[in-house]
């Protein structure tokens, strides 16, 4: 079984946990190889809401499995599903990273989502706009305005981990931003790009430099969607363990993509066609989900 040392530094600070596993080499979505870290798998666990006393029986449970080259994605598999029978609610936002990505197939539950948490930030929002640029026409995924700023973001969503929005996207995206700003017409003042994954190390570079604004799953570093989602607790019904796939479709298709909506759509659950007993099940778990991260 795994030992695990707990350091003191004489400050009132977040344990950190070192366990003697730390030395196996495993693999991320990348293909890139790191070393294994408890402290990060304590971390993620932290934002699932799980109480201390389960978190720390779930990273024994790990460790007592790791092996050397395992996939991260087979340890996130083994952490949630030790966790789902611990405590299945926590699991719920444990998986969020991955109900994301069961947002598709198509990219458009994704913008509707990236809306709505734009509406929770007090931005008056449009989907799928068309814009005249200087040159061409433009369909905006969506107009966002707040303050008196107006702001257009491209989404782009994707399924499979590791993939990595690279450079090409936001120069592309970029020169559609200047020629819609070169219309006078438009009171366009902010480009955007909102993406579930990454970007590479030159799209952040480019964006900086020409003054391009990036939303990805952990950038602007502590600001990213990750982040936003955890503290404001908009979690996407793709999370929800109490609703099968089957059933998510249709209310995706309704326009209905957060947990806190679910909370007050019983009528909704009811003609999809579930018991009387599940949409309470359902109801306590999005209700779960929907309270606010207060973790610093």
Request: proline share 3%.
């Amino acid at each position: 079984m795994s030992i695990i040392l707990l350091l003191n530094c004489g400050r009132k600070k977040e344990p950190n946990y070192i366990s003697l596993k730390t030395k196996i080499q495993i693999i991320k979505a990348s293909g890139e190889k790191a070393w294994f870290s408890s402290v990060k798998l304590r971390k993620s666990l932290q934002r699932s809401g799980a109480s201390e006393a389960i978190i720390e029986a779930v990273i024994q449970e790990v460790q007592d499995h790791l092996q050397e080259g395992m996939t991260t994605k087979k340890i996130y598999q083994l952490a949630f599903n030790i966790l789902k029978k611990k405590h299945q609610p926590a699991a719920s936002k444990y998986k969020l990273k991955k109900a994301i990505m069961e947002l598709g197939p198509s990219g458009y539950p994704f913008e509707k989502y990236v809306s709505e948490i734009l509406k929770y930030q007090g931005h008056k929002v449009k989907l799928n706009q068309n814009l005249k640029g200087l040159c061409v026409n433009h369909e905006i995924d969506i107009l966002a305005e707040r303050d008196g700023i107006q702001k257009v973001f491209e989404c782009k969503y994707h399924n499979l981990q590791g993939t990595i929005c690279d450079v090409k996207i936001p120069l592309y995206v970029h020169s559609r931003f200047n020629d819609i700003h070169a219309n006078l017409e438009n009171k366009v003042s902010e480009g955007w790009i909102a993406t579930n994954t990454r970007f590479s190390t030159d799209a952040i570079a480019y964006a900086l430099c020409s003054k391009l604004n990036l939303l990805g799953w952990d950038y602007p570093e502590n600001k990213g969607l990750r982040e936003m989602i955890d503290q404001a607790g908009l979690y996407p019904i793709t999370c929800l363990q109490s609703l099968s796939q089957k059933e998510k479709v249709p209310m995706m298709e309704a326009g209905l993509v957060l947990c806190r909506d679910v909370t007050f759509n019983k009528k909704l659950l009811k003609e999809i066609g579930v018991s009387a007993e599940s949409i309470e099940e359902i109801i306590q778990e999005a209700t779960f989900l929907s309270q606010r991260n207060l973790l610093e």
